[in-house]
């Protein structure tokens, strides 16, 4: 991967800022958007838009195919059998919590078990949290062990005959730990149990084969791959939403309307009510060309060098303290002595330096860890080797400054 030639297809990329060179080091909070999607939706917006699965009309038309040909795209990025379990979604969260609401509130009972981690976002634990007090099941939490890994052992004894739902993260936002899905996935179906993958964070990074993990829902946000915000996907298996119910009702999923009853479109449109995100898929059909055109072997390779690289470099800092195992996905999360993750952004922010600090919308993960917040610097495609080197003396910088303050 020639990541000069990736960075000329994010103009973005290409500006200072507070007087420095951008170094963005966020795209775990959202990705930057090459020019292949910006001309994506410039091109739907100027040549084609119209309202899709409506009518005879050529733009409608066009519309339609940029649309249904977005989730043929999505289907073999994430190597579904069929289109029909291919659900368009706002994000990650929308996903989640479509699972949540009709499958979730419909299968558990009284007695029942939801097993997750202490490790996920917050998207996947409060629509669990919700499904628990409706129905009155128990939400179990894996142990973690002293690195923020899960240890199979630990799955074996925590997940039971009672557990209806397994939901776990592929990739942790903060840790970086790459957990095994598909031995989770075997573990939960040997108890009948179904498997939720929230991969927000793998998706983007790494070739994902929704066969091979064998789960029953996969979610993922377009944001985080080069898409545009507010487009995101939850792969079903057909036999489970086939017996879902939709959670959102009005035009563009139904079938047939009477007065007093009325029946659903099949899948997936049957879960798609009111005017689609149109744009937004188009815009992730065309992300998806762009990371396979990439390789995202060759995007993930990368990333595990940069990854390897920072805690390098920045275990070289006195008083540095990096969080989640040696084996990690392309991010890196740390303290500094005790200078609050949010000075620590802001001085690097003041060198052109983006990174994000705070909870990472994780609390109970940072309860775990024993802190309020954290920093965290996260790689994607286009970053490089000497983005890490002005991290690190934009990091040095911070400590002397905060050690000059507090002499
Ligand atoms: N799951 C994981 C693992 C995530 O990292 C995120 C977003 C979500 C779910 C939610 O995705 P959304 O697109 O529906 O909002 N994570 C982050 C983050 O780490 N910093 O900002 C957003």
Redesign the pocket.
Known sequence: MDVIEVRKQFPILDQNVNGKPLVYL?S???SQKPLKVIEALDDYYRRYNSNVHRGVHTLGTLATDGYEGAREKVRSFVNAKSTEEIIFT???????NLVASSYGRSTVTEGDEIVITPM?????IIPWQQVAKVTGATLKYLPLQADGSISLDDVENTITDKTKIVAV??????LGVINPVKEIAAIAHKHGAIMVV????SAPHMKIDVQDIDCDFF??????MGGP?GI?VLYGKKALLNQMEPIEFGGEMIDFVGLQESTWKELPWKFEGGTPIIAGAIGLGAAIDFLEEVGLDAIANHEHDLAQYAVERMSEIEGMTIYGPKERAGLVTFNIDDVHPHDVATVLDAEGIAV?AGH???QPLMKWLEVSATA?A?FYLYNTKDEIDVLVNGLIKTKEYFGDVFR
């Open positions: 966020d775990a909070a959202t706002r994000g990650t969260t929308t996903a989640i996920e976002h917050h998207s996947n993260m592929q990739v942790s936002n903060v929230d991969g927000a964070q979610a993922f946000s377009g944001h985080k915000t995101g994000r990472h919308c994780a965290r996260s």
